[in-house]
Each structure stands twice: as C-alpha cells, then as structure tokens.
C-alpha cells in the first residue's frame, strides 16, 4: 500500500530509521493495530465466550439469528425460543454471522475467533479514512497521531476484540461516508456518487442508525457544490437509486414475510418502550426486554413481533403525552449519559473513572470541534452535523457506550486537533 509523506525524525537508530518510514505508512498502521487487536483475542481468550445463557452473549439477537440461517431456519429466532421470522436486526451481519457458523461450527471457539478477527479488521482499516479525513480537515501531524491514537488506545479495541456485533463495521462504513462526503465536494465522475449511494445502502443494511446522518451529510454536499458553482442533481438522483436498489431486496422481503411495509428493522416500538416508562431513569431498562423477562418473552411469542412491537410502542407513545415533562427530564439525562457514560457497576476500572474519562472525552472533542468551526477549516460543518444528528434517536430511546463507538472516528480527530492548537499556541512566542 502506498505511503503518504515522510516527516523527519532526528534519530539515526535502526528504531528511528523505521519509524521515519512506519509513521506515516498505512500498512503498518493497520498491520499494528491488527496485530494488538489479535493479540488481545489470543492472549486474552476473548473468543472464549460463556456457555452458561446457552451461548446467548455470543453475538445476542444477532448471534442467534446466524445461527437460524446456518441451520436452515431462515432470519428468524433471534430470542431464546422459536418464534418464527424476524426483522428485529438489519441483515448483513447476521448473514455474516451464519457464514462463519457454516465454516467454522455454530458457536464454536473457531467461530468467535473467525469473527472477532472480522471485526478487528475492520477496526484496523478505520485507521486509513481517519487519516485521510484529518490530514484533509487538519494537517499530517493530526492526521498521524489520529491514525495511530485509534491503532493502539484499549477503548476502541474493547468492541472488536470481545463483541461479536457490527460495531466497528459501523464505525469504518461511517468514517468512509465521512471521507467521500469531503472528497466529493470538488470532485467530479459518476463512480463517486455510486459509491456514495452503494456505501449508504450498506450501511444502512448494517446498523439502520447510521441513516440519521445520511440527510445531512447530502445536504452538507450539495451545499458546498453549489458554492462551487458545481451540479449535483443527476449525481444525487444516481446516488439515490443505487441507495433504493440497495435496501428495496430487503424491505420487499419484509413485506412478504409480515405483509406489510418495514423499513429494514421492526423493533423501534420496543427499544422505545424500554427506555420510556414509570420506572425510566434515562439507561437500558434491561428487565424489560423479552430475552431478560418471562411474561415479555411470553407476550411476544402470543402476539407476534410486529404485534409486540406495536403494543410495546403504544405504551411509550401512552406514558410519553401523560408525561411531558418528565419525558424532557428523561431524555436531558439520556443526553447526558451519552455523552458522560451511563451509570453502571464495573470492577476495574471504577465506573467514577471510566465516566469520567468518557466526559473529558466528549469535552474535548467539542472543544476541538469549537476550534475548528471557529478556524473554518475545512468539513468542521460536516463534523458538526454528524455530532448533532447521529446521536439523537438515543436521546429518545436510552444510551449506552457502545452507541457512541460508530462516531469516535470523528470524535477522535476533533480531539488531536483541539491538542494539536493548544500545543501550537503554547509553541508560539509571546509577541
């Protein structure tokens, strides 16, 4: 893979002489940050998930809807029981699931290692859009210590190396539709906005959230083309129907399975009523949730999905207007938890100090997005935008660290760069 400009180091040491070279080279960026992730798997044996819920925390609701493809049972089950076909989840990844579970045994150790390593891989390559959107919004230095803060800090390889989720795909299709956004913006050519359409379908088949940035991301575009003077209207319509072609297989399977309309997923109702509620207190009511309650569990299977998601949706909708203003108080707090950490007991490390390391993060990535926005460098409206729209559905719903994964790319360069003007600030001499 080709290597971006060198800057100098003053080392002559073999150690130095490489990294001149490795510091700026995107093979062994990922090839690194591939390796520690492994290294985590192997040596800590993360692939070695507990049996004792029946294999349930392998991959959760997604887990088991791989496990229905591979046995032939189709997308269904993705609960402890059978209950038939679902669009609790989008589909790629439990298709990617069941892939591995027709190689390699369904929740096998070989299995959970195949996957992890999936995710770790895609882990490793969100280290090439970081450093193409920081080097075009910032400078290389940026650029070169983003790349790298994500190859190495335990936080982002917490997700890939122990969930078997789509977390980090979610966050590497989202840092590469940030990417394109920026690049499009002065260049022309059909394949772009093809791309753009197909990478948005994907996503969308990936994790439904991601969509809430995809109105403004175009927006942002079609903006700053106009600004330029340039034409977006056939690239839009193309990037639209290659979006439509995209998602349309799925959602007429939807409509042929439950015979109605789905747009990709069902469970929104449910998810709603989980946070909104008499008890809420803005986390995860998890004794709400079918797979934790026995009368829920037994609710659903009576009513079927879309019928226990209506119900479950009525009953937010109901508590929600007999409630207004506790509502809003709930929901400040959901927006506090996700931007600070939700309360939680966890042994190492204290939860006082993971929260609050989760908050000066959050802090300092709006202090760098403040910078920038003031310094008018180039995309600080596209990171505005993603920071505002991405996160709040789960204002409405409830938060948790891992909702916040898909947008650390982002949050990460923000971060270097509000250093990086601190430290240029402090460098400069007192005039």
Known sequence: MADVAVTSVPSSSPFGR??????????WIVLLALALRLGIIVIGHTYKFKTLDDNFSFGWEMGRIGRALATGQGFSNPFNETTGPTAWEPPLYPFLIAGVFRLFGVYTYASALVLLTINSIFSALTCLPIFLIARRCCNETVAIWTAWLWALLPNVTYWCTRWVWETSLAALLLALLFWLALVMEEREGWQLWFGFGLLWGIAGLTNTSLLAFLPASGLYLWSRRAKLRKRSFAGAVLASLVFIACVTPWLIRNHNTFGRWIFIRSNFGAE?????????????????HPTQNVYEMRRFRQLGELGYVNVRRQEAIAWIRQNPGKFLFVSFKRFVYYWSGAPKLSVFPPPEVKNSLFLASSLLAVFGLWLMLRKRRPGAWLFLWLILAYPAIYYVVFPHPRYRHPIEPELAILIVYGFSQAETKKARPAG
């Open 272 to 288: 709603l009523r989980i946070g909104n509620g008499m008890n809420s207190d803005g986390t995860w009511q998890e004794y709400l």
């Open 18 to 27: 490489w990294w001149r070279q490795a510091r700026t080279s995107f093979f």
